[in-house]
């Protein structure tokens, strides 16, 4: 084991704690289970015809739709009957009859007669003692089966027991709830249930389900960055709909993840033209939840969650939610570690039927490395052991994340809503390690520079909006007016770069070239690295979402005002004065979308985007104008199996302008007159096709190049872009069989050839990894106990997540295998 000098044993010490952590509750539950495996095979009559219940509190006609499904019983009603009544639900071991009662209790409804397999049931008057049948002289309803949507299938996403992988509304490609059938722009939604069932622990995890989305280089674990649609996300991600900073997520407190494809300027500013990701967090329910779940792995791989939630007071107007994660685990690679703690504690107060506050803080603190992989050697990566490690030991980073959000929303009636935000996220890096800079002649002698650097980075994000539904002359429309203000300061960067140098053989590694005392000490008295950064941006809105023709036809528009400004300075002696660049720009947004069915969408939209400011000054002195794009886009949407399978396809042509590319008259400095095209065809499927299969299936058709540039990568592809890649997930859940609980997955993940660089020097082959899960699920005393196994990279297949340059590859996961045991109730 090695001993991090500037840490101490972390890997060894937390893998004690979290042993002994894993171990008692391994310990606990297999007591538990062994006790009631006890207890059932005793003689009891009663308990030989009692059944296991785990209905979750939900909608009382989908509650009785599961007691269908356990007991066997039909049950039949007056469909106005259970309209509207929500029940508490049942979990546990009982009889039928125990069971109905349970899921009746408070309701107004009781039981009118049960026989021949049949349950009727019928309206009590108030204040009267409910029993499970009724006298003879009783009046029989009319009656009707009570159905629902089975499989799992919800439509509340906030439910943590929701076992779909199906959504039908999201809010983060128009800012308003809207049903993605009718949203004429491409959205997808990884759900809680795809987190849990692949027991994802990164945002970089579930990516893999959305096609056309790829892996930045990221030096490992340390932020999160994506390729959508061919370009860089430039290490932005949403939280909410607000933008975040540089830096990595954590998925325990998440509810799902958006991907939204293409432009998205009209509605979030500044933003890289590929799409961009959004993480929604879980919110404060008025239901009590709980859940404890260990994991643990490959690696000395552990983590330990919890999530709490539920009501403060009796009438359910103050909420809470706490979140908590804490993850300690080695890696593949050799040296590399990663250690943290996070927290979320979150209220919601409901001060009326109209108006809601919120309040949501999050700490995080993070040990880990840095990882700048190994390098290329001709067109292909170095054969070189995946484990070996290029750095030194002595690397690592720490990183101490803190997030505040407040916001409030008042409805003024049924139509009209105004809402109001601030949210303000700070983090303080101190980074001590090397990145690879370039191989040698030789193809063996790697050089490195220091990287031993200390940073603040802190943004700010206020926002407001109204939204509001009205009709005219015939035509329904939906609007939203916004306005936002973002700020992102790096607050004085300072410490070693670049000077001194050091080496190793990548064949021969031999550990200490770049001694840790010596940067230290040159950190502290001499630094050569003076770096500010601030940006900032004002922006309105506007959009109409209209609807006529019996609903079929959809006509979304609107637009954003920009007022951007950017400052930066770097120096190798003292801070400077910053440079300013300033602009503006109007993102316009229109689509249209043809409903003829309720299964059916055609679509197409056009958007133009504010994108990256392009920073430092030309020939002339004058600063770059920003970079800008624009995308078409046109689709097919479909939803099956009573919406429980959706899929779509869409075809894009998507071009970046405004791109630096080398002066023709002084290569020395750059024009913005560069530009990158991708056009290709998208394909994603998800949900259930019967109450026991589940499917996900992803493909994309990318194809991403340089079309205008002043340099010889004229027409190259860009790096990390597969031209093909897709993937296949199911699941299949044992469904009213003597194996009820039981669940299996297993899924094919491919891509194939990628460039490593934008020179097409050299390139990172093809692949296709498989990963498998199993998982039983059982009800021990009154708690849904379930126990799961993934394995991940089930072939040890050798492959590469991304590439930064020739020196600096990421090999992607080997096989890992995760276990987990989590305690619900």
């Known amino acids: 084991m090695f001993v991090n000098p500037l840490v101490g044993d972390l890997p060894n010490r937390k893998q004690k704690l979290s042993s002994a952590f894993s171990g008692s509750l391994l310990l606990a539950a297999l007591a538990i289970s062994q006790a009631v495996q006890s207890a059932e095979s005793e003689p009891n009559t009663s308990a030989s015809q009692a059944s296991n219940y785990q209905i979750r509190p939900q909608s ?66 108030q204040n009267v003692a409910v029993a499970d049948t009724a006298p003879p002289s009783a009046i029989t309803l009319s009656t009707v089966k009570v159905t629902g949507k089975t499989g799992g299938y919800d439509d509340d996403s906030t439910d943590p027991y929701n076992l779909s992988y199906t959504r039908s509304n999201a809010s983060t490609a128009t800012k308003t709830d809207t049903p993605i059938m009718v949203t004429p722009v491409s959205i997808q939604v990884i759900p809680r249930a795809v987190l849990d069932d692949q027991q994802a622990i990164r945002i ?41 900073i540089t830096q990595s997520s954590e998925t325990a407190h998440l509810n799902q993840i958006d991907i939204l494809k293409g432009p998205a300027a009209m509605l979030f500013g500044r933003v890289e033209p590929g799409g961009l990701v959004n ?23 552990y983590r330990t969650t919890m999530d709490a939630t539920g009501p403060v007071t009796q009438d359910k107007s103050l909420l809470y939610r706490f979140n908590l994660a804490y993850l300690g685990t080695n890696s593949f690679r050799d040296v590399v570690f990663d250690d943290r703690i996070f927290l979320a504690p979150s209220l919601t107060w409901k001060l009326s039927d109209a108006t809601e506050v919120n309040l949501n803080f999050e700490y995080k603190n993070e040990d880990l490395v840095d990882d700048s992989g190994i390098p290329a050697i001709g067109n292909r990566p170095a054969s070189i052991p995946l484990n070996r490690f290029l750095g030194e030991p002595w690397e690592h980073y720490q ?18 809503k105004i809402q109001n935000g601030f949210v303000w996220n700070n983090l303080t890096y101190n980074w001590r390690e090397t990145y690879h800079t370039s191989l040698q002649a030789d193809n063996k002698t790697l050089n490195r520079s220091p990287w031993l650097v200390d940073t603040d980075r802190e943004s700010h994000t206020v926002y407001a909006s109204l939204t509001g539904d009205f009709d005219t002359l015939g035509l329904h429309h939906n609007l939203l007016l916004g306005g936002d203000y973002f700020s992102a300061q790096r607050d004085k960067a300072i410490g070693i770069d670049s000077d001194p140098m050091s080496t190793i053989d990548i064949f021969n590694p031999v550990y200490g070239a770049a001694d840790f005392n010596t940067l230290e000490t040159a950190r502290k008295n001499a630094p050569n690295f003076f770096y500010t950064n601030d940006e900032q941006w004002y922006g309105v809105y506007f959009q109409d979402q209209i609807k006529f023709w019996d609903d079929k036809l959809h006509i979304l528009g609107g637009g954003r005002y920009d007022w951007a400004e950017a400052s930066s300075s770097y120096s190798t002696v003292s801070f400077a004065n910053p440079a300013d660049t300033k602009s503006e720009h109007f993102s316009p947004r229109v689509g249209l979308l043809y409903h003829p069915w309720s299964w059916l969408s055609l679509y197409g939209n056009f958007t133009e985007s504010l994108g990256s400011n392009n920073g430092g000054r030309s020939r002339t002195g004058q600063p770059f104008t920003p970079q800008i794009a624009t995308q078409y886009e046109a689709g097919v949407k479909t939803e099956l199996f009573d919406g429980r399978l959706t899929s779509s396809i869409a075809y894009f042509y998507l071009t970046k302008q405004n791109v630096l590319t080398p002066d023709p008259v002084n290569s020395q400095f750059s024009v913005a007159l560069g530009e990158a095209r991708s056009q290709g065809i998208e394909f994603d499927m998800k949900g259930q096709v019967s109450d026991a299969v589940s499917l996900i299936g992803t493909y994309a058709y990318t194809d991403a190049r340089i079309t205008k540039s002043n340099s010889d990568d004229l027409g190259n592809r860009l790096l990390n872009v597969p031209e093909h890649s897709g993937s296949i997930w199911g699941k299949y859940d044992f469904v009213n069989t003597p194996l009820q609980g039981l669940s299996f997955g297993s899924g094919v993940y491919l891509a194939s050839q990628r460039e490593g660089d934008n020179a097409n020097s050299f390139q990172l082959p093809g692949y296709a990894r498989l990963d498998a899960m199993a998982a039983y699920s059982m009800n021990v005393v009154g708690t849904k106990l379930t126990t799961q196994l993934n394995v991940n990279n089930l072939l040890d297949k050798r492959y590469f997540a991304s590439s930064a340059n020739q020196a600096s590859i990421l090999p992607a996961d080997a096989l890992t295998i995760i276990g987990s045991v989590r305690l619900e109730y």
Request: hydrophobic content about 35%; aromatic content about 12%; overall charge positive.
């Open 399 to 416: 990183v101490e994340t803190e997030l505040v959000d407040f916001n409030w929303s008042h409805k003024f009636n049924d139509h009209w």
């Open 204 to 244: 970089q995890d579930t990516i893999k389900n959305v096609s056309g989305v790829q892996r930045d280089f990221t030096y490992g674990n340390g932020y999160e960055s994506f390729t959508i649609r061919g370009f860089s996300s430039a290490s932005n991600f949403y939280r909410n709909g607000i933008r975040m």
């Open 60 to 125: 009382l006609d989908k509650a009785l739709v599961d007691f269908s499904l356990t007991s066997g019983l039909q049950v039949l009603a007056d469909g106005k009957l259970t309209a509207g009544i929500r029940s508490s639900g049942v979990t546990g071991r009982y009889t039928s009859r125990q069971a109905l009662q349970s899921l009746l209790a408070g309701t107004g409804i009781a039981v009118q007669s049960s026989r021949n397999g049949m349950v009727t049931l019928q309206k009590v008057a």
């Open 279 to 301: 993480v929604v967090t879980k919110k404060p329910l008025e239901q009590a939840y709980y859940s404890l779940q260990q994991q643990f792995g490959s690696y000395d791989f």
